[in-house]
C-alpha cells in the first residue's frame, strides 16, 4: 500500500474520465485505502507526541461508528474488523495493538449520568437514546446493567436497535417554507414592473415555483448563519423570484421558525415518541429517559441558532410524550454526542477503555432456542448444515443435523434478529422450540 502511494504514475490524472460506481470490490478498495491513510496520519501524530519507539508501546483502538454507515457500508461490526486487518492496522498475533468496536452511542451512559447527576439510572431499568440524522433517526433502547459508583461507571448494553428513515430534512424545511409563501407572499418588486402597477406573480407555476424552491435552501443556510451569534427574529433575505428581472420576496427568519422549522421537529418528534407505544418497536418496555441527540440541520455548535432549535426541540418532544399520557422524562443536550463524551472522558478515562478491561458487556438467552423443518408425513426432518454470511460452515448439533440453532444458551442474543427464506414452502412444516435438553 505504501508502494501504491508512493507511485509518480500519473496515468490517472485529473485529466482523466471520472466514473460513479456501486461495484463491491472498487468500495472494498476504497475502505482499505481511507483506513491505510487515517492509520497513516495516527502513526505520525503518535510519532511526534510519544517518539520514535512508539510501536514498542500497547496501542488500544477504541472504534465508534454510525450505525447507518454500519449497515449500508461495511455490513456488520465483524466485517469491520476484518477490513482493519486488510488495512494492517491491525495484524494477527501482534498482542501490542487490540481493538474493540461499537456503534455510536453505545457506551453513552457515563456521560450522560456526569452530565444528569440527579438522574436515577436503576438496576435494569430502560432508556432510549435518539440520535437524528438529515435522511434518518437511530433508535436505541438501552438496559442499565450496571450502576455507578465510585469506583466504577453505570453500563448499559442495547437491547433493541432501530433505523427510522425520513425525508430529507432541510428539503422537508424548503417545502413548509414554500407552502407558505404560495399561501401570504408579498413581493418586492422591481423598478420595471413598479411602474408597470405590480405584475402579479403565480406561485404555483412550476417555473416560478422551480426557481424560488432551487434557491430557498442556500437562502435558509444564509440566514442561519447570520444569526450565529446574536438570533434577530426580523433578519430578512431577499430572494430572488425569476431570472428576468429584480422582483424578489423576503423570508424572515421567524418565518423559517414559527412555519418550517416547528413543523419539520414537531414531525421527527412524533416518531419518536411512536416508538413508545408501538409494540414492533419499544412498546413492551417502559423507559424512564428519552435523550435526544444530533444536529440534522448542521447548525453551528451552541450558537445561537441552535440554542433556539434546542428548545423548540425540548418543547416538542415534552409536548408528544405529554400526548401519549406517558411517564418517561425527555432531555435534548446542547452538546453534541461527541462534546458529551469527549468533555466525561478527559476527565476520567479513555472512551470505551472497560470494554479492553472487562469485555464487551451484551444481552444472553437464559435458553437455547432453534427450529426444525419436515417434508413428509409421517414426520421425516430434514438436515442442514449452517453457512454463516463469510462463507463459514457451522455444523448445528453434533449427531442431529435437524436442528438448527438460532439463539444459544449463554451467547450474547442478536439485536438484529434472523431472516429465514424457504424457497418451496409446500409441504413443509417448521417447528420453533426450546431445546431444553441441549442447555
Wanted: charged share 20%; aromatic share 10%.
Amino acid at each position: 500500500m505504501d508502494d501504491l502511494f508512493a507511485s509518480k504514475d500519473e496515468s490517472c490524472g485529473s485529466d482523466s474520465e471520472s466514473f460513479t460506481t456501486c461495484h463491491p470490490g472498487y468500495m472494498y478498495f476504497f475502505m482499505i485505502t481511507y483506513l491505510h491513510c487515517i492509520n497513516k496520519q495516527i502513526e505520525a501524530k503518535l510519532e511526534s507526541d510519544v517518539g520514535l519507539n512508539w510501536r514498542a508501546n500497547n496501542i488500544w483502538y477504541g472504534v465508534s461508528v454510525d450505525k447507518n454507515l454500519l449497515d449500508t457500508v461495511f455490513g456488520s461490526i465483524n466485517n469491520l474488523e476484518k477490513i482493519f486487518f486488510a488495512s494492517r492496522i491491525l495484524k494477527k498475533d501482534d498482542d501490542l495493538r487490540k481493538a474493540k468496536f461499537c456503534t455510536r452511542g453505545e457506551e453513552i451512559l457515563p456521560a450522560l449520568q456526569h452530565k444528569y447527576q440527579h438522574l436515577d439510572f436503576g438496576l435494569k431499568s430502560y432508556f432510549i437514546v435518539a440520535q437524528i440524522s438529515s435522511k434518518h433517526i437511530q433508535l436505541s433502547l438501552h438496559q442499565v446493567v450496571k450502576l455507578v459508583s465510585p469506583e466504577e461507571d453505570p453500563a448499559s448494553i442495547i437491547i433493541q436497535d432501530e433505523m427510522l428513515h425520513i425525508d430529507d430534512v432541510s428539503d422537508t424545511l424548503c417545502k413548509s417554507i414554500m407552502k407558505s409563501l404560495q399561501v401570504n407572499c408579498q413581493v418586492d418588486y422591481c423598478t420595471t414592473h413598479k411602474s408597470q402597477g405590480d405584475t402579479q406573480y403565480d406561485f404555483q407555476s412550476l417555473e416560478i415555483y422551480s426557481n424560488i424552491y432551487r434557491n430557498l435552501k442556500p437562502c435558509v443556510v444564509e440566514l442561519f448563519e447570520k444569526n450565529k451569534s446574536n438570533l434577530d427574529m426580523d433578519s430578512i433575505i431577499q430572494l430572488s423570484i425569476n431570472t428576468k428581472c429584480g422582483c424578489s420576496i423576503s423570508i424572515f427568519l421567524r418565518d423559517i421558525i414559527e412555519v418550517g422549522l416547528m413543523s419539520v421537529i414537531e414531525g421527527i418528534t412524533t416518531d419518536i415518541v411512536a416508538s413508545l407505544t408501538d409494540k414492533t418497536l419499544f412498546g413492551n418496555y417502559v423507559p424512564n429517559y428519552i435523550f435526544v441527540l444530533g444536529n440534522p440541520f448542521n447548525l453551528v455548535q451552541r450558537s445561537k441558532i441552535h440554542t433556539a432549535y434546542t428548545m423548540i426541540m425540548q418543547k416538542a418532544i415534552d409536548d408528544a410524550v405529554y400526548i401519549k399520557e406517558k411517564d418517561t422524562k425527555t432531555f435534548v443536550p446542547r452538546e453534541s454526542i461527541y462534546q458529551l463524551l469527549k468533555t466525561f472522558s478527559s476527565r476520567k478515562k479513555p472512551y470505551m477503555f472497560d470494554r479492553f478491561v472487562t469485555g464487551t458487556l451484551c444481552q444472553v438467552s437464559s435458553n437455547t432456542y432453534g427450529m426444525r423443518i419436515s417434508f413428509n408425513f409421517p414426520v421425516e426432518w430434514m438436515t442442514f448444515t449452517r453457512i454463516n454470511s463469510d462463507g463459514d460452515i457451522k455444523n448445528t448439533i453434533a449427531d442431529d443435523g435437524s436442528y438448527l440453532v438460532l439463539i444459544q444458551k449463554g451467547k450474547p442474543v442478536p439485536t438484529n434478529g434472523h431472516i429465514i427464506q424457504i424457497n418451496k414452502p409446500e409441504g413443509k412444516f417448521v417447528a420453533m422450540i426450546v431445546l431444553l435438553r441441549l442447555c
